[in-house]
């Protein structure tokens, strides 16, 4: 069952995860630190959700993370993310990372997937440049088409066009469908195995993930005991919590941060 968040009243799962021993808070980026933009690389957070994190990654033993289908150097520029942040980053839906203290994993395409990406992408650009709207993303694994500026029947057939190429060029890539966008990856990581992979590099007891579309509900179906799934707007969800909009994030994000703040005093 999931429960509707309303901030005048205390949310029980939501405050014991706050007193967990070591936090993980992990998020989705587009429409849930942001708002959906029509411009993709246009995106970044909120204010309210950049300053809920701000007070959580002062806190100790606590860690943010964005979790996101974007490319890690893409992910960089819409976070405003530079060498110095305390927030993790993983990108590409899970195979690509950039820790604090670290930096970036060297995961790399090989010289196949490249060629083959670089190939489709030609093959793509002058077919999309049919419909109106739709545009195509380069992304490290692989090829996005981003269909939200377009007329919906217009992005409906560029995405059967593009699901024609794969069909016959890369039938073996993983497709994704999110909101007004259609993807096609290399790699077989999903979000789920973000949340693994963070989980351990971290030692977090207590893990909340948030996000809004068809991808992230890998995430939020492999959280278990002691963590907590937020949904972010409407559609059917594994999430034990559901909010409207990326300002009601940050009022969760701000609680958590209240309230594990006063449990360290």
């Known amino acids: 069952m999931t429960r509707n968040w309303n ?3 205390p949310d029980d799962a939501v405050l014991a995860l706050a007193r967990t021993e070591r936090l993980l808070i992990a998020l989705d980026f587009d429409g849930t630190a942001s708002e959906l933009v029509a411009e993709p690389m ?3 957070a909120i204010p309210a959700v950049s300053d809920a994190i701000a007070r959580l990654s002062a806190l100790p033993d606590t860690t943010v993370a964005f979790v996101s289908g974007r490319s890690l150097v893409h992910l960089r520029e819409i976070a405003e993310h530079t060498d110095e942040s305390p927030i ?3 990108g ?3 195979a690509q ?3 604090p203290g670290e930096g970036e994993q060297d995961i790399e395409p090989t010289a196949d997937e490249r060629a083959l990406r670089d190939e489709l992408l030609a093959e793509l650009a002058p077919l999309m440049a049919e419909y109106p709207g739709v545009e ?5 694994f692989g090829v996005g088409i981003h269909g939200r500026p377009a007329d919906p029947e217009v992005e409906r057939a560029a995405f059967s066009r593009v699901d024609e190429v794969f069909a016959r060029r890369a039938r073996h890539w993983r497709r994704r469908t999110g909101d007004r966008i259609l993807e096609f990856s290399s790699r077989d990581e999903g979000k789920d ?3 693994g992979r963070l989980r351990a590099h971290t030692g977090a007891t207590g893990v909340l993930f948030a996000g809004d579309d068809v991808t992230d509900e890998d995430a939020l179906r492999v959280l278990g005991p002691g963590d907590l799934g ?3 707007g409407a559609g059917e969800t594994s999430a034990a919590l559901r909010v409207d909009t990326p300002q009601q994030i940050a009022e969760v994000l701000g609680v958590i941060a209240t309230e594990r703040s006063a449990a360290r005093e």
């Open 92 to 94: 590409s839906h899970g």
């Open 97 to 99: 990372y950039w820790y």
């Open 7 to 9: 901030a005048a009243v």
């Open 193 to 195: 195995s973000a949340i």
């Open 42 to 44: 246009a995106a970044r």
């Open 136 to 140: 195509l993303e380069k992304k490290t």
């Open 230 to 232: 937020v949904r972010v």
């Open 88 to 90: 993790v980053l993983a």
